[in-house]
T-cell receptor, first 110, second 116 residues
Framework: GENVEQHPSTLSVQEGDSAVIKCTYS??????FPWYKQELGKRPQLIID?????GEKKDQRIAVTLNKTAKHFSLHITETQPEDSAVYFC?????????FGRGTSLIVHP | NAGVMQNPRHLVRRRGQEARLRCSPM?????VYWYRQLPEEGLKFMVY????????ESGMPKERFSAEFPKEGPSILRIQQVVRGDSAAYFC??????????????FGSGTQLSVL
């Protein structure tokens, strides 16, 4: 089955800095890579996703890049704000069941 | 659209009791997933269902756990004879996807199960 590794487990940045979270996956058949944000005590919510026919996707301050050859993908958040503080999960899906990484706790200090 | 509805939000059970967690998918969604989340850990897949069918239950323990998604009514995750290790947040998600194609998942607010 699919195995997703996510790093770092904790990321602390100053407001205005950029944050990068990296994930690797094992199954070369995976073709869908979503990212979810979970605020404390709340549900995970999709913030951006990318499919394997695209190398990069951007939505305002967030972007995701995908390297299929190396089997890794990354989330980039620019100009971080305190409200970006949350746990971020990457996932990889090849059939119909996304496999999630263990999450990255992002802390943005004002 | 009310989104994915889960209830109860919090459930307290004593060891040996049964826990029933309910999930109503978003309107128009016929696919339901159950995930378990422990502190400091990710979302662990448990089971994937369509109406009246269990498609994949490879992540669900073979004993004490069962799931259903009847033709009418919500999906139910049932845990019999709960133990302290069952304490976790259980999230349900739904998607409109046809089997074989990944689509985004919409999560409910979760049920926090505490076993005393």
């Amino acid at each position: 089955g699919e195995n997703v590794e996510q790093h770092p487990s904790t990321l602390s940045v100053q407001e205005g800095d950029s944050a990068v979270i990296k994930c690797t996956y094992s199954d070369s058949a995976s073709n869908y890579f979503p990212w979810y944000k979970q605020e404390l005590g709340k549900r995970p919510q999709l913030i951006i996703d990318i499919r394997s026919n695209v190398g990069e996707k951007k939505d305002q301050r967030i972007a995701v890049t995908l390297n299929k050859t190396a089997k890794h993908f990354s989330l980039h958040i620019t100009e971080t704000q305190p409200e970006d503080s949350a746990v971020y999960f990457c996932a990889a899906g090849g059939s119909y069941i996304p496999t999630f990484g263990r999450g990255t706790s992002l802390i943005v200090h004002p | 659209n009310a989104g994915v509805m889960q209830n109860p939000r919090h459930l307290v059970r004593r060891r040996g009791q049964e826990a029933r967690l309910r999930c109503s998918p978003m309107k128009g969604h016929s696919h339901v997933y159950w995930y378990r989340q422990l502190p400091e850990e990710g979302l662990k897949f448990m089971v994937y269902l369509q109406k009246e069918n269990i498609i994949d239950e490879s992540g669900m323990p073979k004993e004490r756990f069962s799931a259903e998604f009847p033709k009418e009514g919500p999906s139910i995750l049932r845990i019999q004879q709960v133990v302290r290790g069952d304490s976790a947040a259980y999230f349900c998600a739904s998607s409109p996807a046809d089997r074989g194609r990944n689509e985004k998942l919409f999560f409910g607010s979760g049920t926090q199960l505490s076993v005393l």
